[in-house]
């Protein structure tokens, strides 16, 4: 578990419009950078992870790669270009692409390549239900354990964790997953929207669930792909 500065805020396949802005200087100084971090930090790497970091206009955030793009909450930026930073075996990949926002607060991006990708579960969560939010700095990631729970004060999905999650602005978008107890397997189920402190005291993690993801599908475009990803040999 990584601890950061403090930070107060407040199953379907999907094709999208491939949207794409070269901005060849700026990717080779980011990737320099990512370089720079990875090669400093001991880290545990995920082989082609589904958590991505935007960089946009107004800073770093993240997102999760699904079969219709990566899904974020605009955070940072809501319109213009990203780069969006996805982790392989070898390293970060980085792809230019531009925001394209579909509506309730949630936007997409795409690359060339063919990224890493979670299938999207639209579950409202229940008490035993295993849950957890995982983030990325750079290649290091870490997970928390997540626990539902209701509050008529609270709209959208509402949470305990079982330990601090990181509170900086650069982890807002942290995915939400649910694990299939049939087949042990992860879903996106949302995207971590920040925290909530109530005049009691009590405290929540909040997240866009279902209520925004199904823009995933209404925003599903009927067009071949046909040639159009770049395929890693390491993520057939």
């Not at 991505?52 to 319109?79: D, Y």
């Not at 509050?151 to 330990?163: A, I």
């Amino acid at each position: 578990m990584l601890h950061r500065p403090p930070l107060c805020f407040a199953p379907f396949r999907i094709l999208n419009s491939n949207m794409h802005h070269p901005r060849s200087t700026r990717r080779t100084l980011l990737a320099a950078a990512l370089g720079i971090i990875a090669a400093s930090c001991a880290t545990t790497r995920d082989y082609g992870d589904a958590t991505v970091i935007l960089q946009t206009s107004g800073g770093s955030e993240l997102g999760v790669s699904t079969p219709g793009g990566v899904v974020f909450l605009g955070n940072t930026a809501r319109s213009g270009e990203v780069d969006i930073s996805v982790w392989f075996g070898d390293g970060p990949s980085i792809e230019a692409s531009l925001i394209e926002p579909i509506g309730d607060g949630l936007y997409l991006a795409e690359g060339e390549i063919r990224f890493p990708t979670i299938d999207v579960a639209f579950i409202e969560p229940a008490s035993g239900d295993r849950i957890y939010a995982k983030g990325r700095y750079g290649a290091e990631t870490w997970e928390v354990d997540l626990f539902p729970t209701k509050d008529p004060r609270v709209s959208g999905l509402c949470f305990r964790s079982s330990e601090d999650i990181p509170r900086d602005n650069s982890q807002v978008g942290a995915g939400v997953f649910w694990v299939d107890p049939l087949t042990d397997r992860p879903a996106l189920i949302g995207l971590i929207s920040g925290r909530v402190v109530l005049d009691d005291g009590s405290e929540y993690i909040t997240a866009v669930g279902s209520e925004g993801l199904w823009r995933l599908i209404a925003n599903r475009r009927d067009v071949s792909t046909e040639g159009r990803w770049t395929y890693r040999e390491d993520i057939l």
